[in-house]
């Protein structure tokens, strides 16, 4: 079935992808709000307000939405990230108005009980604590802060002890008022549902919601930098990146492909060369996250502390030599992974409606997939050379390190390391 969009009076986007083959459906909402929405004193805010989205609305405690949905055997969940912030439950097809009555009364009517809320603060700081213990994590919010500094799209989504320590019932309503309405927000479906039923669910579930434009979040600068924190570990963590791509340009399937092909699995270039050949390091990928304005590219690597200074220069020369050297196997064989990828993401009805509302959100409509098939075709092996090319040279590289990090050298010396790189390949 064809998927189907339809605009709610307060602004909401209800989108559907039929699937009736299969006997249940996954639903959700999305709202255009995540980390990147908050002040600098607001840090964390989002993620909490995901917490207690679920800690008791005027009719039902927490235990009570726990138990509604699993007494017919479904599941919700939530999640925060940069730009957005989603709440999902599958069900059974029979029980799709069950869940978006919990989902609806979770988003207007959260009681946000004083009690409940010091509670989940505190569970939060331990969140955090976890997080800070976690390395292989926290090198990633390091990451992040080097690459935009002193920004929103750079501080953590689960924020401080501090900040999250200090908001209240009234900062939280203060905080959905302002960004969850309608035009930031969208309902997707997809499995065993008929449109025109869950949009009348909607309009009446959600009438209540508020009516508002979408709102655009502070431009980001990626500046770039380096993070690094010395720590008496076993194993050093350390992500080498540069300036990416938003999801809105023309190029960013290139920037995918040659993420695919540094180290995008087994077969990747840094896979083969640094993990396989040279043995310097027990796990090494890379990555491309595209935003609304800005991008980034990225090559993450676990390893032990003497092999740790020497895997980044080995990074760096593979990434030299990509530059210039991508083969067309290389790039069809990406290709053949995102394609994939794609088409995997048709069988699940979890992955379909949050790919769905994803389109709505970040491109005001459904890209077909007709369309994003041959936009990753298109790519040649010419465009991902030149992408690589120009990413080193656009901008001072970030690293972000934890561990035994003694022999990582210093952000300053990485560019003038790839310049030479990049000359004996030429």
Request: charged share 25%; net charge negative; aromatic share 6%.
């Amino acid at each position: 079935m064809a998927v189907e969009v339809t605009e709610l009076e307060n602004g909401i986007t209800v989108v559907t992808h039929g699937m009736p083959h299969l006997a249940s459906t996954a639903l959700g909402v999305w709202v255009a709000a995540g980390s990147r929405s908050e002040t600098a004193s607001e840090n964390g805010i989002s993620h909490l307000l995901e917490h207690m989205a679920f800690k008791g609305t005027k009719r039902r405690s927490a235990r009570d939405i726990a138990e509604e949905i699993e007494n017919v055997g479904g599941e919700v969940n939530a999640a925060t990230s940069i730009e957005s912030t989603s709440y999902y439950a599958r069900v059974l097809a029979s029980d799709v108005p069950l869940a978006l009555d919990i989902l609806a009364d979770i988003l207007q009517d959260s009681a946000f009980d004083p009690e409940e809320l010091d509670r989940e603060k505190h569970v939060i700081g331990q969140e955090i604590g976890a997080a800070l213990d976690a390395p292989e994590d926290y090198v990633f919010d390091l990451f992040q802060q080097a690459a935009f500094p002193d920004q929103a799209i750079g501080r953590p989504i689960l924020g401080s002890v501090d900040t999250v320590g200090g908001f209240s019932d009234a900062d939280l309503r203060s905080y959905l008022g302002r960004h969850y309405t309608g035009g930031r927000t969208v309902i997707a479906a997809a499995g065993k549902l008929g449109h025109r039923e869950l949009v009348r669910l909607c309009r009446k579930k959600f009438k209540n919601f508020g009516a508002g434009a979408s709102i655009a979040p502070e431009r980001a600068k990626y500046v770039g930098g380096e993070a690094r924190q010395e720590r008496d570990l076993m194993e050093a963590q350390v992500v080498l990146g540069y300036p990416g791509l938003s999801y809105r340009s023309e190029e960013y399937m290139t920037a995918q492909i040659a993420s695919s092909i540094l180290g995008g699995g087994m077969s990747s270039r840094l896979f083969q060369e640094v993990r396989e050949k040279m043995g310097l390091c027990y796990s090494i990928y890379a990555f491309h996250w595209g935003f609304e304005d800005t991008g980034i590219f990225g090559i993450s690597a676990a390893t032990g502390q003497r092999d740790a200074g020497n895997l980044v220069e080995q990074t760096l020369a593979e990434i030299g030599k990509a530059a210039h050297e991508v083969t067309e196997i290389e790039v069809k064989r990406a290709q053949a992974q995102l394609r994939a990828g794609l088409l995997m993401a048709l069988e699940s009805p979890v992955a379909r409606a949050g790919q769905i509302a994803r389109h709505m959100m970040f491109h005001g409509r459904i890209l077909p997939l007709d369309e994003l098939v041959a936009r990753i075709d298109a790519v040649k092996t010419s465009d991902v050379c030149d992408f690589l090319q120009r990413m080193v040279r656009s901008g001072q590289p970030t690293l972000s390190a934890v561990g035994p990090i003694a022999s990582v050298p210093p952000v300053s010396e990485l560019e003038g390391y790839f310049g030479a790189t990049e000359a004996s390949a030429a």
